[in-house]
């Protein structure tokens, strides 16, 4: 199996390869080649070629397939932005920033559409099973921001309910990833399901990690500025583990978070995340769904150079400070 650094050169090269019509379409156009361009981890587009490579030696066959999973996560991160009104990605400023709201919905419709057709080049015996969980993880990606949408004006939101929600997001995807680069491979369904699984757990794992990052991280490598869940009064797993954990802290945790945003509210709400050792139970959470990523991986029949590669990626990404 190759390294992930040469998983992504791989992926790299497919986004240089691809040509986009130029003139009147360049409004349409330039924005789609902005979002690929922008680099950052490839972490899914690599998982689908690491899975392919692990059960069939197929990771060339992956990917165009891996490039439709990576460009469907640029898609849901263009409308992202407009529904949050971020200014920045990856250290650059955001598609609708850069060219219009209008332009960031269209292009970003437009990266849907070229994901599924990219996602479908694979052989006719696996192409249903492939489009079935392409499809399936795109509706649970928008049933997750609809929750993360409703999170926002909801008065009472549990731990439960981020984790649920941060699934359909979040681990919907990377297990979606993972699983069809299996199919691809040639992987029974049990062990296809068993890579789901995985990539499930270190979605989750991802996630809560980011939201760490987003309170907790340095603002040049973290790629945008740090608070800004907190000043968006975003219900992260970092609030809503503070307000389980603290009962006596609640009245404290909802009046810092009610503050106009600013820096003040930054630091007002970071030194009682500080004193209540939520950087500690973020730490617990990521190693418990770690675990249960390579648990899954254990119980597949692949070899044991391949579950190595496996926990490397787990561990790259649980480590990550960006």
């Given at each position: 199996m190759k390294t992930i650094a040469e998983y992504r050169a791989d992926l790299?090269?497919?986004?240089?390869?691809?040509?986009?019509?130029?003139?009147?379409?360049?409004?349409?156009?330039?924005?789609?080649?902005?979002?690929?361009?922008?680099?950052?981890?490839?972490?899914?587009?690599?998982?689908?070629?690491?899975?392919?490579?692990?059960?069939?030696?197929?990771?060339?066959?992956?990917?165009?397939?891996?490039l439709g999973i990576e460009t469907f996560h640029n898609f849901t991160l263009l409308h992202d932005d407009v529904m949050d009104n971020s200014d920045m990605r990856r250290g650059r400023p955001t598609v609708h920033r850069k060219y219009g709201s209008n332009a960031a919905i269209l292009?970003?419709?437009?990266?849907?559409?070229?994901?599924?057709?990219?996602?479908?080049?694979?052989?006719?015996?696996?192409?249903?099973?492939?489009?079935?969980?392409?499809?399936?993880?795109?509706?649970?990606?928008y049933e997750g921001?609809?929750?993360?949408?409703?999170?926002?004006?909801?008065?009472?939101?549990?731990?439960?309910?981020?984790?649920?929600?941060?699934s359909c997001k979040t681990g919907a995807l990377l297990g979606a990833a993972a699983?069809?680069?299996?199919?691809?491979?040639?992987?029974?369904?049990e062990d296809a399901a068993r890579l789901y699984d995985y990539g499930m757990a270190v979605g989750l794992a991802f996630q809560i990690q980011d939201d760490w990052l987003d309170t907790f991280g340095d603002s040049a490598t973290f790629g945008k500025p740090i608070g800004g869940d907190i000043n968006n009064s975003k219900k992260t797993y970092l609030y809503l583990h503070a307000l389980e954990?603290?009962?006596?802290?609640?009245?404290?945790?909802?009046?810092?978070?009610?503050?106009a945003p600013g820096e003040s509210k930054v630091k007002t709400v970071t030194r009682l995340y500080e004193k209540l050792g939520v950087k500690e139970g973020c730490s617990k959470a990521v190693a418990h769904y770690s675990s249960?990523?390579?648990?899954?991986?254990?119980?597949?029949?692949?070899s044991d150079e391949a579950k190595d590669a496996f926990r490397h990626l787990a561990e790259k990404l649980v480590g990550r400070k960006k």
């Open positions: 790299e090269s497919a986004v240089k390869e691809l040509s986009w019509p130029e003139g009147m379409l360049d409004s349409l156009y330039q924005p789609v080649a902005y979002a690929l361009s922008a680099g950052g981890k490839r972490i899914r587009p690599v998982l689908t070629m690491m899975a392919a490579d692990a059960f069939g030696g197929a990771a060339g066959k992956a990917v165009r397939p891996a292009s970003g419709d437009t990266m849907l559409t070229l994901a599924t057709q990219w996602v479908c080049e694979v052989e006719p015996d696996r192409l249903r099973s492939v489009l079935d969980a392409f499809n399936d993880m795109a509706i649970k990606i921001q609809a929750l993360d949408m409703a999170f926002e004006t909801a008065e009472t939101v549990s731990l439960a309910d981020y984790l649920e929600m941060i699983t069809i680069g299996a199919i691809i491979g040639g992987a029974s369904a954990s603290s009962p006596a802290m609640e009245e404290a945790l909802r009046a810092a978070m009610a503050m249960q990523a390579m648990a899954a991986v254990k119980a597949t029949s692949l």
